[in-house]
């Protein structure tokens, strides 16, 4: 079972920065694929990012592509999301999650985290 726990959500103004974290408790770390998911409410959820294990490919949504920014730091078994102009419409409640397989599908991921709320304000 890994745990995963983000942080670094909060209130921003649009055009402004985050920084997500997600700590995973799994000493296995470096074997995980990771990701970033948002759901906002009443919306589906959506694939924002990831990273995969070993060579650190990522992928981006196109909404989000050239604003943010994925990285891990298998060190720290840490995955961060760095997001810059930001947008009203990137309001959402974030999630880390994990998988084995590279995918960017969130049904192939494994585990989640309990998400971090990201609220952008015009």
């Known amino acids: 079972q890994v745990q995963l726990v983000e942080s670094g959500g909060g209130l921003v103004q649009a055009g402004g920065s985050l920084r997500l974290s997600c700590a995973a408790s799994e000493r296995t770390f470096t074997n995980y694929h990771m990701g970033w998911f948002r759901q906002a409410p009443g919306k589906e959820r959506e694939f924002v990012a990831a990273i995969s294990s070993v060579r650190y490919i990522t992928y981006y949504a196109d909404s989000v592509k050239g604003r943010c920014t994925i990285s891990r730091d298998d060190a720290k078994n840490t995955v961060y999301l760095n997001m810059n102009s930001l947008k009203p419409e990137d309001t959402a409640t974030y999630y880390c999650?994990?998988?084995?397989?590279?995918?960017?599908?969130?049904?192939?991921?494994?585990?989640w985290g309990q998400g971090t709320q990201v609220t952008v304000s015009s």
């Open positions: 999650a994990c998988t084995t397989r590279a995918t960017i599908k969130g049904d192939e991921y494994d585990y």
